[in-house]
């Protein structure tokens, strides 16, 4: 018991410490009102450091689909050391002592490469984790410790600034390697299948993320611009980072289920559409407010999603490397590109006399309200369409056998093919079965929720489960949402196909 809660501090503690470090030197890169951390300018530090973060996530990606990144093998002790350090040469704030765009360049490049093979490995790490509550609880309150370091970080002198960073980076390259100690790493898919139900589900949710990442790149042209430039809004980053953890933590301790992103964005994308429209009306006296609005919503996404990145891995057995380099490297070209955009815009309103914020509203708005009307609502609609399809799935089988020419025919067939069809549906309500009872041991399901979780698996509605077992529909919901909160999905399809991936595993041991 001892150990396992040893394990899991380690976790807390090196995770929280490797944000903290990555924290300082991004809220720094997008222009951070805390200047005791020191300045470093945006851009020249920003663009090198997002391209050389697409560029190491592309090659993990590339790596897992050759098959030449094992789930485990980038958080083996020498390379998380030699990541370490190249992270410690990036984040020292070195323009401190030699401000000149070749140290910025240098800065950018190595910061960009570690920080995201540092988040990476801790991703994999706790998505190696037999408990899925564990990992959550481990990534929240390394969030959670990220938000308390930050701050002891700005209000220290000028030395202690850029230190803190290195001792927090080489903690956690200690923790990481305590905890990876006896820790297996199943082998997983290193690619998403077509058929897989969740995919659409989870191309949805990095288009929620990457939508956000580009409106901040976008905003951040103006209403997100640093005291340096003079510009409008300034906001001090570390306020948002602190709302956004709190209501992190409050989703987490609340909800029944795991926060997902695209519910997250549901519920953002009103009030950014709000806030953004009344931009161009109020300007310098609604600008600081913008900027809050929008990072407070990108940082709560951005955390929901280390933990759907986590839920993912283990519920569709995919590599987390895969998972977390599309993130970070989608997140990187998202962000890279929103900088791009708004310097044009920039540029556009200086040559002709055009509103910026006017500008910067209008390019804000579209990639929002595009992911949800492209996005959110066509999957919607597929959703619908493939649970109708399936409800008629019974149905067509005896339309088929009504087809026939005759009656002759329809008596031949149903008679031919009966004990087969029997047969066929033994085999395949036993390994429902066995998936069933892989996902009850695994989860801790009692015997009644066991019972239920049988007929969710043969797509029994609610209504038929309550009469068949003489209970209310109330009940059976009760006992549906204990499931799903126990087994961390979010619908009866991804339920389904928990339980037909369990079967899969238990017949291939």
């Known amino acids: 018991m001892a150990h396992g809660l040893a394990k899991t501090l380690a976790g807390i503690f090196g995770f929280g410490f490797c944000k903290a470090a990555l924290g300082v030197a991004y809220l720094t890169a997008m222009g951070s009102v805390i200047s005791s951390v020191g300045f470093i300018s945006e851009l020249s530090f920003m663009v090198p450091m997002l391209v050389a973060s697409f560029a190491t996530a592309s090659l993990i990606v590339l790596a897992v689909r050759k098959c030449r990144l094992p789930p485990g093998s980038l958080g083996q002790y020498p390379a998380t050391v030699a990541l370490s350090l190249g992270f410690l040469t990036g984040g020292m704030n070195l323009l401190s002592v030699f401000p000149n765009g070749a140290t910025a360049l240098l800065c950018g490049l190595l910061c960009g490469f570690s920080s995201t093979v540092l988040n990476a490995v801790w991703l994999d790490a706790f998505s190696a984790e037999r408990d899925a509550a564990s990992s959550a609880i481990q990534i929240i309150g390394g969030l959670v410790v990220q938000c308390s370091l930050i701050p002891l970080v700005a209000a220290a002198d000028h030395f202690w600034s850029y230190g803190a960073p290195i001792a927090a980076v080489c903690l956690s390259a200690l ?91 549901r519920v953002c994308l009103p009030l950014l559409l709000v806030v953004l429209s009344l931009l161009p009306f109020f300007g310098d006296a609604l600008g600081g407010f913008v900027g809050l609005v929008v990072i407070v919503c990108y940082d709560v996404c951005g955390m929901v999603f280390l933990l759907y990145i986590v839920d993912c891995s283990r519920r569709l057995d995919l590599s987390a490397y895969l998972l977390a380099g599309a993130y ?61 399809e399936s409800a008629r799935s019974g149905v067509d089988v005896r339309e088929d056998a009504s ?85 961390g999905v979010h619908t009866k399809q991804e339920l389904m196909s928990s339980v037909e991936q369990a079967a899969l595993r238990k017949r291939q041991q």
């Open 175 to 265: 923790l990481l390697s305590y905890k990876r100690q006896g820790m297996e790493f199943p082998e997983r898919r290193i690619r998403v299948p077509r058929d897989l139900p969740e995919r659409r589900d989870l191309t949805l949710a990095y288009l929620c993320v990457f939508a956000l990442v580009g409106v901040v790149g976008i905003l951040h042209t103006a209403v997100l611009g640093s005291r340096s430039e003079h510009l409008v809004g300034d906001v001090n980053m570390w306020v948002p980072l602190v709302i956004a953890t709190f209501i992190t933590l409050l989703m987490a301790l609340i909800a029944l289920r795991r926060p997902h992103p695209t519910s997250v964005y």
């Open 328 to 388: 970070l490297g989608g997140s990187a070209l998202s962000l890279l590109a929103g900088l791009g955009i708004g310097s044009v815009l920039r540029a556009l309103s200086v040559d002709y006399g055009l509103s910026l914020l006017t500008l910067l509203a209008f390019a804000a708005i579209y990639p929002l309200a595009g992911v949800f009307m492209f996005g959110l609502r066509k999957i919607q609609r597929r959703s619908t369409t493939d649970a109708d």
């Open 403 to 487: 087809k026939c020419e005759s009656k002759h025919e329809a008596n031949a067939f149903t008679q031919g093919s009966a004990e087969e069809i029997q047969n066929e549906l033994r085999v395949i309500d036993d390994i429902l079965e066995s998936g069933v009872e892989v996902i009850a041991g695994e989860n801790g399901l009692t015997r009644r929720e066991r019972e239920i979780l049988g007929y969710l698996a043969r797509g029994r509605s609610a209504r038929y489960i309550a009469e068949d077992l003489v209970i209310s529909e109330n009940t059976v919901w009760a006992h549906v949402k204990r499931i799903y909160a126990k087994t």
